[in-house]
């Protein structure tokens, strides 16, 4: 990455995770070119011109949680300019999975992971991903933040040794505000417990910091910031210690808070539920810990706002804006007494949909981007994405490429007709989950207008009942007439009427079908 005035290179700012591998010599190469899987990487003349991408994550963070009152700066400088993506979901609403995903484009069946417990271990092809890719196409790679989890209990040295594909490596492992130590290149770096120690505010300084040095440089920049706000986490901070710390100065906010109690919330009915929703309403001193840990969640985001100003007046000061593309999203949601459910990993609305906004400056992407995508869109499509961004291919070394099961979100971004785009109003997604490495947990398909899930168990002879528990809702009205977004009446239950209608009955043959097809796909056959 180099200045404007010196290069006119386009910086795009991106929340994603990276992983980097180094580029060897053409001697050691041409040596051992059948075990080492890194190719020549493209020079830094050759890549000079090339957009630098950042990408930015937060940590279980609602939709409904990103708001102008929550995150204004955020929004003033990223969503009022920026393209807003409001029908986008992720494949597995579950951290390690969902970032996964992010690396590789591809399918939980595809790239390995379905769950959190040793998630990386369970990574196929871990030099072949994103992060490489870029590295091969002359970036410059950083990862700041959290990484997958199991990465700690799978390689010996964790600070010490980046993941594949990653130049900087500045990552953490452990869930804490506070008392962590985070890699600086090789080195263990420890935090304790006083304000600047704050997470969000070391890894802010950590991020502006390799702008401002890779503006000197000539490689472009492919970085990854990944916030641990608002997920829950250690840390001494008054009423929220050891529930979600936010920043000293936001300790005070939203002290008062409550959870929206939108029809989901507590659900007064849940006869058409799974076995796995409490029969149970919440308690009294459930919904008082559900209500702190919202406040405690909104309070937090209050850091990531200023974080997300910090990085953008870096790149500003970089001048880089005209050229620069900024990613903003979050790996998953979670439940906050929703179905009477609080946790994540259930393949339900509060889950799967996500904040997405991409601002992409007119020197980056060519043209003014649009100001809303309203298409059903997946973090499946990130990698493909970031690669056209620059012009890199998904290949660790020629012949060694990874089949991506989503399609890039770049002929969306300058306004192109969907359907001709390769997105139709019908698009499917798959939704999967598991446990280890297997996918014994749920799987369905989501559609603009419909929610279909499979849940599994585990029978005695510990084979794999996928269809357990069925669930299908009409989330736009389009099947029954009725639309149902709270995910109140499941039409695949018989206590339910509207499940005698022909049309559902069809639609969840249909659907059944269709995801065990899914469910083997790979590449073309998934989209």
């Known amino acids: 990455m180099r200045s404007r005035a010196a290069t006119g290179i386009a910086l795009i700012v991106a929340l994603l995770a990276l992983a980097g591998c180094g580029g060897g010599s053409e001697e050691s190469q041409a040596t051992n070119r059948r075990d080492d899987p890194r190719p020549e990487r493209i020079s830094a003349a050759d890549a000079a011109d090339k957009p630098n991408v950042i990408f930015i994550y937060t940590d279980d963070q609602n939709l409904a949680d990103f708001k102008p009152r929550y995150m204004p700066q955020t929004f003033r400088l990223l969503t009022g300019p920026g393209t807003r993506f409001s029908d986008f979901i992720v494949a597995t609403p579950l951290c390690c999975p969902s970032r996964a995903t992010y690396l590789t484009g591809d399918y939980p069946h595809n790239d390995g992971v379905f769950s959190n417990r040793r998630g990386y271990s369970y990574l196929t092809d871990r030099f072949n991903t994103l992060p490489v890719w870029m590295h091969n196409a002359g970036y410059r790679t950083a990862w700041i933040g959290k990484y997958l989890q199991g990465y700690e209990s799978t390689i010996d040295d964790p600070f010490k040794t980046a993941a594949p594909g990653i130049d900087e490596w500045h990552a953490t492992f452990d869930p804490l505000y506070y008392d962590y130590d985070i890699a600086d290149n090789g080195a263990a770096v420890h935090h304790g417990s006083k304000p600047r120690d704050y997470y969000t505010n070391v890894i802010t300084k950590v991020a502006t910091d390799v702008i401002a040095d890779s503006a000197k440089g000539r490689r472009p920049l492919y970085m990854t910031v990944n916030n641990l706000a608002p997920h829950h986490g250690g840390g001494d901070a008054g009423r929220c210690t050891d529930v979600v710390p936010p920043a000293p100065r936001d300790q005070d906010l939203y002290a008062d808070a409550q959870v929206p109690r939108t029809p989901a919330w507590d659900e007064e009915d849940i006869s058409d539920k799974p076995d796995f929703v409490p029969q149970e309403p919440l308690s009294a001193a459930k919904i008082e810990r559900l209500d702190l840990a919202y406040g405690c969640r909104l309070a937090s985001l209050r850091g990531v706002d200023r974080s ?42 509060e889950g799967l949909r996500q904040p997405l906004v991409i601002l992409a400056g007119r020197d980056a992407l060519g043209s003014k981007g649009a100001s809303e995508v309203a298409q059903l869109t997946a973090n499946v499509d990130f990698a493909p994405t970031i690669l056209g961004l620059g012009d890199a291919k998904p290949c660790a070394r020629p012949g060694n490429c990874r089949k991506l099961d989503g399609q890039s979100l770049l002929p969306l971004l300058r306004g192109a007709d969907p359907a001709a785009a390769g997105f139709p109003s019908d698009r499917e997604i798959l939704v999967e989950g598991g446990k280890g490495g297997g996918d014994c947990l749920y799987a369905g398909i989501r559609t603009p207008g419909l929610n279909y899930s499979q849940h599994a168990e585990e029978a005695a002879d510990g084979s794999c009942v996928r269809d357990a528990a069925t669930e299908l809702y009409d989330l736009s009205g389009d099947l029954t007439g009725s639309p149902d977004p709270d995910e109140l009446e499941n039409l695949a239950s018989p206590v339910v009427p509207a499940s005698d209608d022909p049309d559902v009955q069809a639609a969840i043959s249909r659907l059944s079908a269709r995801l065990e097809e899914l469910r083997a796909c790979s590449g073309a056959s998934c989209r």
């Open 308 to 349: 997300v100003a910090s990085i953008y007046r870096s790149v500003k000061r970089a001048g880089e804006l005209d050229n620069t593309v900024f990613i903003f999203t979050s790996d998953n949601g979670i439940l906050q007494g929703e179905h009477r459910i609080g946790g994540k990993n259930v393949p339900y609305e």
